[in-house]
């Protein structure tokens, strides 16, 4: 494992801070396994008072997901 993994960490980003054409990391499961891919966020729709549906693509992958999916890496300090 790399040193530089280690200084980041991965959490879900605020609501508020999720807009169109920003990048983040998402879980995607590809050939029976779960990898973190970048994805792009095209579109977002509220459906409730909480929720948000998101439209991301990224590496041949377009879906609408819940925003709370999405994640983004900050720096360990």
Known sequence: MSADLELY??????LQTIAVNNRYLLWVKIGGQYQLKDVMVKAIRQ???NAFQVDVFG?????TISAKKLRE???NE
Do not use: I, W
Request: aromatic share 6%; proline share 6%; glycine share 6%.
């Open 47 to 49: 459906t409730s008072r």
């Open 59 to 63: 590496c041949g992958f377009r879906k």
């Open 73 to 75: 890496r900050v720096r």
């Open 9 to 14: 960490a991965l959490k879900c980003p605020d």
